[in-house]
């Protein structure tokens, strides 16, 4: 979708190195979400955002920061990358509570801890 | 504990033929589902939502269906077509909790030509 634009698409980074993944929305959404997705799993959330600089954790936060400075961008950053860390995450926003008709997800970034 | 949950991993129609996914939820309380597409690729893309106070909800194709007494609701769609084959989610709101979306592992729909 165009609204919402993550990037890079791919990334392979080594196991110990901080690596940021980013996350742009163009329609001024107050509520921004990540999730990363793992077969077996689904999708699980990281971190949620309500508006600028209000974030709190989701179900699997651990080894992740997350920041937002500005409402339209919502960066996702890996301290330390672990091989666990390998995964697709999913960045998404809405404009409530998802209450009405749910998130907007972007295309996602696929990242390779080695 | 609270979990969206789906019963087949993977389902395989044939094209033309309806193709019923199903999902079962543990959290009485919730009240809005929704259900989204997953293309190889991509990310998820809704299809259909669905309130508590609804048993039935109609879209272009597609239909969900609630079931609160035991807690388990359906996506139907009709005269399924290649441009289908996709994994599909359910979805649950829980808006007491923030709004998140916690979701299903996902059911992969296979449409054979």
């Known amino acids: 979708d165009a609204g919402i634009t993550q990037s890079p698409r791919y990334k392979i980074t080594e196991t110990g190195r901080q690596v940021t993944l980013m996350c742009h929305q163009t329609?001024?959404?107050?509520?921004m979400f990540w999730y990363r997705q793992d077969l077996g799993h689904g999708l699980r959330l990281i971190y949620y955002s309500a508006a600028a600089d209000i974030t709190d954790k989701g179900e699997v936060p651990d080894g992740y920061v997350v920041s937002r400075s500005k409402t339209e961008n919502f960066p996702l950053t890996l301290e330390s990358a672990t091989r666990s860390q390998t995964s697709v995450y999913f960045c998404?926003?809405?404009?409530?509570?998802?209450?009405?008709?749910?998130?907007?997800f972007g295309s996602g970034t696929r990242l390779t801890v080695v | 504990g609270e979990s969206v949950g789906l019963h087949l991993p993977t389902l395989s129609v044939q094209e033309g033929d309806n193709s019923i996914i199903n999902c079962a939820y543990s959290n009485s309380a919730s009240d809005y589902f929704i259900w989204y597409k997953q293309e190889s690729g991509k990310g998820p893309q809704f299809i259909i939502d669905i309130r508590s106070n609804m048993d039935k909800r109609q879209g272009q194709r597609v239909t969900v269906l609630l079931n609160k007494t035991v807690k388990h609701l359906s996506l139907q769609i009709a005269a399924t077509q290649p441009g289908d084959s996709a994994v599909y989610f359910c979805a649950e709101n829980r808006d007491n909790q923030g709004g998140k979306l916690i979701f299903g592992q996902g059911t992969e729909l296979s449409v054979k030509p």
């Open positions: 998404a926003s809405s404009l409530d509570r998802g209450q009405r008709g749910g998130y907007t």
């Open positions: 329609w001024s959404h107050s509520y």
